[in-house]
């Protein structure tokens, strides 16, 4: 027996996590979108990994570039975050107008992210209609600042007590 989609949807609604842009070099031009599913593998070696549907074009240039980079979202970049979901009417390229510097794999880094993480496929599994890509840390930054959150369906920022 399974759950229906939307109480399955309902109950991760609970669940907070934070708002990366997965960034790739296609054969067209850099692709991107934004992705919540995103955790640390392993310190030895230095593991992460993301989770994106079959049919996201990003997934297509992570597959011919072999390498991703993960771009953390800081609380002032929720803009970011929604027009890489897809969610800004009339942005056709999610890129236009952003200053992108190329990381170590030639994946595009989002200007003032809270952090980038660069990597290269490690291993990846098909998981339902998405793909868990595993990639193995090639570099690594960050800066200080809070980050943006996702819960319940909407955009956050931590409170501090």
Same mark, same amino acid.
């Given at each position: 027996?399974?759950?229906?989609?939307?109480?399955?949807?309902?109950?991760?609604?609970?669940? &907070?996590?934070g708002?990366?842009? =997965? !960034?790739? @070099?296609?054969? %067209?031009?850099?692709?991107?979108?934004? *992705?919540?599913?995103?955790?640390?593998?392993?310190?030895?070696?230095?593991?992460?990994?993301?989770?994106?549907?079959?049919?996201a074009?990003?997934?297509?240039?992570?597959?011919?570039?072999?390498?991703?980079?993960v771009?953390?979202?800081?609380?002032?970049?929720?803009?970011?975050?929604?027009?890489? &979901?897809?969610?800004?009417?009339? =942005? !056709?390229? @999610?890129f236009? %107008?952003?200053?992108?510097?190329?990381? *170590?794999?030639?994946?595009?880094?989002?200007?003032?992210?809270?952090?980038?993480i660069?990597?290269?496929v490690?291993r990846?599994?098909d998981?339902?209609?998405?793909?868990?890509?595993?990639?193995?840390?090639?570099?690594?930054?960050?800066?200080?600042?809070?980050?943006?959150?996702?819960?319940?369906?909407?955009?956050?920022?931590?409170?501090?007590?």
């Amino acid at each position: 027996m399974s759950i229906s989609h939307e109480t399955y949807r309902q109950v991760l609604a609970h669940w &907070a996590s934070g708002v990366t842009v =997965v !960034t790739s @070099r296609g054969a %067209g031009g850099p692709e991107g979108l934004t *992705v919540s599913s995103f955790a640390s593998v392993s310190l030895d070696p230095p593991l992460v990994l993301v989770c994106v549907h079959h049919g996201a074009s990003t997934l297509a240039a992570i597959d011919a570039s072999n390498a991703f980079a993960v771009n953390l979202l800081a609380a002032d970049q929720v803009e970011l975050g929604r027009r890489f &979901a897809g969610l800004l009417p009339g =942005v !056709t390229n @999610r890129f236009d %107008g952003i200053a992108t510097t190329q990381a *170590v794999t030639g994946s595009p880094l989002v200007p003032e992210a809270l952090a980038v993480i660069d990597c290269r496929v490690w291993r990846s599994l098909d998981a339902g209609d998405h793909r868990i890509v595993i990639g193995e840390v090639v570099y690594a930054s960050a800066r200080e600042g809070a980050p943006v959150l996702y819960h319940d369906r909407g955009w956050r920022r931590l409170a501090r007590d």
